[in-house]
């Protein structure tokens, strides 16, 4: 397990949006409907340009 303040640092050194729950370990076990969010939030976010699609 990475340390949270080293996961931190690390987050914060790529930029991303940052959220945080409290939970065990195993986040996705412990709080699933907080994960399923931020996991739908992340999908809704991304754009497709239609010339990317074709090979």
């Known amino acids: ?3 949270p303040a080293a996961q ?3 987050s914060k050194r790529a930029g991303p949006s ?3 729950v409290r939970g ?3 986040i996705y ?3 699933p409907d907080a994960v399923a969010r ?3 939030k992340a999908a ?3 754009t ?3 010339d990317s699609l074709v090979d």
């Open 29 to 31: 076990v412990s709080q």
């Open 38 to 40: 931020l996991i739908e």
């Open 18 to 20: 940052v959220v945080e």
């Open 48 to 50: 497709v340009e239609a």
């Open 1 to 3: 397990m990475i340390p």
């Open 44 to 46: 809704s976010e991304v």
């Open 8 to 10: 931190r640092l690390m």
């Open 24 to 26: 065990s370990h195993a």
